[in-house]
Each structure stands twice: as structure tokens, then as C-alpha cells.
């Protein structure tokens, strides 16, 4: 038993560095914009459904589909950043909600109307391999999925502290008019975060359709974990998104395991709650 719950919690690990970069672009977004995005479970979806059609028609590996995933998800937050968040930037937070949730079921009906509402993957040679050390084992393609998501965290790293363009962020964060006096070019800085946030979205669709089904329906799914990650963790804090996903990931595994797997989703939800009962800001919220 006590093997069993360990393979669990290792595997759920992995599974949770998935959602931990999923909240990872939404509390970026607002620790830097203060844009509440909702959609960004939707900017998932899109690059997933584009991997899973190159590698059906053209048998390219999802993995090397980032290649084309990476600037394409990039140019995808410019362009709604441009001509959707731009508009919301003064608004109140309901309207960045009502706006991004208007878009999500705009996203949902057209890939519905393109792609149909069947759940597909991408069976790869390596979908179903396992890695074995001793009496541990793990998923193979959740595990190079775990990897590049720790990647991104260690790049989004860099990027933010040795930067001039994170730096900036980090000002605009801390005061928007402030680093206007200063000279930083905060409308620039906001579409650069915009599309860093879609990117790395756009990267967590490509490594997770190797073993993860998805429909145009799975967006939602997307959005409720990294919106429960977020929330955990506290809004604007990427630590707390990581954690708060990987917390996420240990609990929806075990569940699975011992329990029924629509019983994680029950208790993700009802952590959630506890947390904005007792620590409205999150865990690491300030």
C-alpha cells in the first residue's frame, strides 16, 4: 500500500507541473497586468488540437511541433492581447471575466464546428511506455511533459530577474505610473507578458497530448485547474501556482487511485474553498 501511494504521489507530481504552468500564464498575467484571463485554459486547447492534427496528418512528434506551437502561441497572446485586453485594461475585474469567458465558448464552438467534440489524443511510440527505477514507476511522457514544464519555470526565472524586458515587468508590476515616470514603455511590457503567457500555455498543450484526451470541451476542464492552482497558490505569486498545481496533481492521482478520479476534481475544489475561507490572499499570496 505504501508503494502504491508513493507511485501515486510521484506520477501526480508529474501530472501537476502540467497545471502548474497552465496557472503559471494565468498568474502571470495578473500579478503583472492585474487581467484577470479566463481564457487561458482555451489557449491550451488551440495549440493542443494544432499538435494532435500535425502529428495525424504528418506524423510530426509533439514535441517537435513546439517548434512551430512556440511562435505561433506567441503571435496568438500579441493579437488578443492587441485587440481584446488593451481595451479591458482599466476595466473592473467582472468585465476581464465576462470579456475572456465570452471568448472561451467563442473558442469552444469553433473548434467544435472544425474539429467535432470527439476526445483524441496523440498515440505516439512512447504513450504508453513507463520508467521503472527499482519499485518506482512513473509515466514516460508525463515525465518529459514534468520536465519541460520545469524548464519553462527556470526560463520564465531568468527571463524575469536578469532581463531588461522582465525587469520592467516586474516594475509595472509593483507600480504602473511609477515606471511610466521612469521611461519603461508599459503598454509594451504588458503585450510582452500577454504573449509569454499564451506561449507557455501554448507549450503545455503540446507536451500533454501525447497521453491527456482532449475535446473542444477539455478547455473548460484546463481553466478550473489552473484557476483552483491559482487561487491555492495566491494570485500574482508563481511559486504558489506551482505548488498550488502540483497539490492539485497529488490529490486528483491519489484519488484515482484508492477512489474514484472524479473525487480529485471534488476535493481540488474543496481545498479551494477552505483556502479563500481562511487565507483569502493563498498560501503564498500577499
Known sequence: MFIVTLNATINGLLYGSIWGIIALGFTLVFGVMDFVNFAQ???VIIPAFFSYFLFVSWEIDPYLSLLFIMPL???LGLLVYKYVGVRLLDEPHSAHIVV???????????????AGGDLRNAVTSYTSDTIQWGWMMMSYPRFWASAVAWICVFLLFLFLKYTDTGRSMRAAADNREGARIVGIHVDRVYLIAFGVSVLIAGIAGAVIIPFYLISPFTGMDFLGKAFAAVIIGGLGSIPGA???G???GVVESIAG???KASLGNAVTFFIMILVLLFKPNGLFGE
Do not use: A, D
Not at 100 to 114: D, P, S
Open 41 to 43: 485554459g482555451f489557449f
Open 73 to 75: 502561441s506567441f503571435g
Open 100 to 114: 475572456t469567458l465570452g471568448l472561451c465558448f467563442f473558442i469552444e464552438n469553433l473548434l467544435l464546428l472544425l
Open 242 to 244: 506551482m505548488i498550488g
Open 246 to 248: 502540483l497539490m492539485i
Open 257 to 259: 487511485v484508492f477512489f
